[in-house]
C-alpha cells in the first residue's frame, strides 16, 4: 500500500532533549550540552533525509489519507524528533503520541483502536527517517564533513 500525500515540511527540532527520552538510540554517559548534533540532523533532514525517510515509509504504511490529513492538520508532524548521539553512532527519535480527542471534521473521536494504529505508523515514520539518518546522511569517518573533529 502507498500513501499518496505531499510530503510535508521536516520537523524543526527546536525542543530541549533528554537523550533517555529517545527511542532506538543508547542514552551516552555524559552529556557535554552542546546543540551541534541537534543542528547537523535539522540540516541533514532539510536537505533530503526527512523527504528519503518519508518515501519510504510511505510505500510501505497501513495509514490512509484520511488519517494522514489528521495527523498533518492537527500539528503531529512538528512533534517529531531526533536526537544524534555521536558516540555511539546511532540517532533515536521521538513520534508524536495520537491526543485521545483527535477526530476527522466530521465525526467523533478516532476509536482507541485507530489512534494505535497510527501511533504505530507514525513510530514506524521516526525509525525509518532514523535509519535514513544514520544509514545514508551521517558519516562514520566524520573525515569528509568533519562532524567528528569539530564537533
Known sequence: MSLDVDIP????LDRPQDP??????????????????H??????????????????????????V???RLVRDRGLIDEFDFYWNMATEDV?????????DLAPPSGDPLE???????DEELDDLGRTVSDVLETEY????????GFFSDY
Open 20 to 37: 533517555g527520552d529517545y527511542d532506538a538510540v543508547d542514552e551516552p554517559e555524559y552529556r557535554s550540552g552542546d546543540n551541534t548534533p
Open 138 to 145: 551521517i558519516n562514520r569517518s566524520g573525515e569528509e564533513f
Open 39 to 64: 543542528e547537523a540532523l535539522a540540516t541533514f533532514l532539510q536537505e533530503g533525509a526527512w523527504e528519503d525517510g518519508f518515501n519510504e515509509w510511505r510505500d510501505d504504511t497501513y495509514m490512509t
Open 66 to 68: 484520511d488519517e494522514f
Open 112 to 118: 482507541r483502536g485507530e489512534r494505535q494504529g497510527i
Open 9 to 12: 515540511d521536516p520537523p524543526a
Open 92 to 100: 533515536g527519535y521521538q513520534a508524536p503520541t495520537v491526543p485521545t
